[in-house]
């Protein structure tokens, strides 16, 4: 083992619970607080790509997450009126017994991760988060806002773009910002038929498509741009999301119809982060969206918080790294694979809002594909 043996994680979010994961498996004792006193989240759909899955697999929770989920063939970009120009699929990253992607609603996700850090003997507190942090050469040693306080080896900041742990850290300067779009989801069952995700292009301003998540269900999506970051009333939110549908061909139409429940529809402004290196300031590091929060345009969130925790596990397992050498290796596995998932995602936005010859989503979502087919 390296000289991390004790760590404090902040946040239990999908960062910070497969963080945990990953250094129980590595033999590191773990303490986990999430401000949160529920372990719940919203029931949205997440898209599952094949690198998700093998850093599933390397965590030993892709069996579960597979059979939470719907495995699915692959991307069907469309244009506006639903006429397939691409298709994309991916590589069975994780092995033949593994699907290349996966649709996975939320809620489900986040039991495997309960489920597998239960198993694991990590300490998790709910309703709780640090009060004060000071570190000293050999310990970093936390205050706790219900009085207790521990000491540790390392602090991983895990609790998203609106890090509290950044902002103790490393100060105000590094802040999220609105990139000029939102996302709009809502569940709904799905044919049986229905066997490939599909993007729809065409409209000016952002996207729409769906995708499988279960036996039972998909979810429908829209990216669409909201000039001036507005906030929408509770109950207009049904009619503002078939109002961004309007247009499309597929199942749009049908689906579109269906959507009447305001308290179920999601919605949230799109925001982007991308810490400058390194991530971490003495024995505080930064992981997921609270280093490299990203837009869903490359459905690659969850994997990246999930591949920031495999290569730290896989770090702090190593026999005789110090916590220099973790840390420093951590980045340079990391850094640059994150920023172009980071900037690509942007881009890709910056395209649909501002329309250009030179834009090219399907020759960048196929870059994408081949990226994150690399070793983590």
Not at 256 to 262: G, K, S, V
């Given at each position: 083992?390296?000289?991390?043996?004790?760590?404090?994680?902040?946040?239990?979010?999908?960062?910070?619970?497969?963080?945990?994961?990953?250094?129980?498996?590595?033999?590191?004792?773990?303490d986990?607080?999430?401000?949160?006193p529920?372990?719940?989240?919203?029931?949205?759909?997440?898209?599952?790509q094949?690198?998700?899955?093998?850093?599933?697999?390397?965590?030993?929770?892709?069996?579960?997450?597979?059979?939470?989920?719907?495995?699915?063939?692959?991307?069907?970009?469309?244009?506006?009126?639903?006429?397939?120009?691409?298709?994309?699929?991916?590589?069975?990253?994780?092995?033949?017994?593994?699907p290349?992607?996966?649709?996975?609603?939320?809620?489900?996700?986040?039991?495997?991760?309960?489920?597998?850090?239960?198993?694991?003997?990590?300490?998790?507190?709910?309703?709780?988060t640090?009060?004060?942090?000071?570190?000293?050469?050999?310990?970093?040693?936390?205050?706790?806002?219900?009085?207790?306080?521990?000491?540790?080896?390392?602090?991983?900041?895990?609790?998203?773009?609106?890090?509290?742990?950044?902002?103790?850290?490393?100060?105000?300067?590094?802040?999220?910002?609105f990139?000029?779009?939102?996302?709009?989801?809502?569940?709904?069952?799905?044919?049986?038929?229905?066997?490939?995700?599909?993007?729809?292009?065409?409209?000016?301003?952002g996207?729409?498509?769906?995708?499988?998540?279960?036996?039972?269900?998909?979810?429908?999506?829209?990216?669409?741009?909201?000039?001036?970051?507005?906030?929408f009333a509770?109950?207009?939110?049904?009619?503002?999301?078939?109002?961004?549908?309007?247009?499309?061909?597929?199942?749009?139409?049908?689906?579109?119809?269906?959507?009447?429940?305001?308290?179920?529809?999601v919605?949230?402004p799109?925001?982007?982060?991308?810490?400058?290196a390194?991530?971490?300031?003495?024995r505080?590091?930064l992981?997921?969206?609270?280093?490299?929060?990203?837009?869903?345009?490359?459905?690659?969130?969850?994997?990246?918080?999930?591949?920031?925790?495999?290569?730290?596990?896989?770090?702090?397992g190593?026999?005789?790294?110090?916590?220099?050498q973790?840390?420093?290796?951590?980045?340079?596995?990391?850094?640059?694979?994150?920023?172009?998932?980071?900037?690509g995602?942007?881009?890709?936005?910056?395209?649909?809002?501002?329309?250009?010859?030179?834009?090219?989503?399907?020759?960048?979502m196929?870059?994408?594909?081949?990226?994150?087919?690399?070793?983590i």
């Amino acid at each position: 083992m390296s000289d991390i043996a004790k760590v404090l994680i902040v946040g239990a979010g999908i960062g910070g619970l497969s963080a945990a994961i990953a250094l129980r498996n590595a033999g590191v004792e773990v303490d986990i607080v999430e401000i949160s006193p529920q372990a719940k989240v919203y029931h949205v759909g997440i898209v599952v790509q094949a690198n998700c899955i093998r850093a599933m697999a390397q965590l030993g929770i892709a069996d579960a997450a597979v059979a939470a989920g719907f495995p699915y063939k692959g991307l069907r970009i469309c244009n506006q009126q639903g006429q397939v120009k691409a298709e994309l699929s991916g590589a069975q990253l994780a092995g033949k017994q593994y699907p290349a992607n996966l649709g996975l609603t939320r809620p489900a996700l986040h039991q495997v991760l309960l489920d597998a850090v239960a198993e694991s003997g990590a300490n998790l507190r709910l309703g709780l988060t640090f009060s004060d942090i000071e570190q000293s050469a050999n310990k970093v040693a936390v205050r706790f806002t219900d009085g207790t306080s521990g000491e540790y080896d390392l602090l991983v900041g895990a609790d998203g773009v609106y890090s509290k742990v950044r902002t103790t850290v490393f100060g105000e300067q590094y802040k999220p910002r609105f990139t000029g779009q939102g996302v709009w989801r809502y569940n709904l069952p799905r044919p049986k038929d229905l066997l490939w995700s599909h993007m729809f292009e065409g409209k000016p301003g952002g996207k729409a498509g769906y995708t499988p998540l279960t036996e039972d269900s998909l979810y429908v999506l829209s990216v669409f741009e909201e000039p001036g970051n507005p906030f929408f009333a509770p109950d207009t939110l049904a009619a503002e999301f078939r109002k961004r549908l309007e247009g499309y061909g597929g199942l749009v139409p049908e689906l579109r119809e269906q959507i009447t429940d305001n308290s179920q529809v999601v919605y949230r402004p799109l925001e982007a982060l991308l810490m400058p290196a390194p991530w971490y300031r003495g024995r505080v590091l930064l992981i997921g969206d609270a280093a490299h929060a990203t837009t869903p345009h490359m459905g690659q969130g969850a994997a990246q918080a999930v591949e920031d925790a495999v290569v730290l596990g896989e770090l702090c397992g190593t026999a005789d790294l110090s916590l220099e050498q973790v840390l420093d290796s951590f980045m340079e596995r990391r850094f640059e694979r994150c920023k172009f998932i980071n900037e690509g995602s942007v881009q890709i936005g910056e395209w649909e809002q501002r329309p250009s010859a030179d834009a090219d989503f399907t020759g960048l979502m196929a870059q994408m594909i081949n990226v994150v087919a690399q070793p983590i």
